[in-house]
Nanobody, 123 residues
Framework: LVQVEESGGRLVQAGESLTLNCTAS??????????MGWFRQAPGKDRKGVLC????????YYDDSLKGRFTISRENAKNTVYLQMNSLQPEDTAIYYC??????????????WGRGTQVTVSS
């Protein structure tokens, strides 16, 4: 079994920053060798990719409009990936999902999903 678990979602005011955490573990997952990603689903919309970080920490933006506000990092010793979000706006309100994307490189297909954490941005 592989477990992917997000934490850190909460209600924030517009303009604030927030960091989401994600841990991933399991016998079928070698965290160090996996690309990890963040996706989000806004109310009434489809889930979309946000950011991904490869096993060698190369960053891929699934949504280029987030450059300059969102970034991703990983800490392999803790099996943890972070999503740092700055200058949050009400349109960033969504359920944020962490995913163990695939071995080594970022892509659109996902091997393992977390259950999501709610981020709500009030104006």
């Amino acid at each position: 079994l592989v477990q992917v678990e997000e934490s850190g979602g909460r209600l924030v005011q517009a303009g604030e920053s927030l960091t989401l955490n994600c841990t991933a573990s399991g016998r079928a997952l070698s965290f160090d060798d996996y690309a990890m990603g963040w996706f989000r689903q806004a109310p009434g919309k489809d889930r979309k990719g946000v950011l991904c970080i490869s096993s060698r920490s190369a960053i891929t933006y699934y949504d280029d409009s987030l450059k300059g506000r969102f970034t991703i990092s990983r800490e392999n010793a803790k099996n943890t990936v972070y999503l740092q979000m700055n200058s949050l706006q009400p349109e960033d309100t969504a359920i944020y999902y962490c995913a163990a994307v695939q071995p080594y490189h970022c892509g659109r297909d996902v091997d393992y999903w977390g259950r999501g954490t709610q981020v709500t941005v009030s104006s």
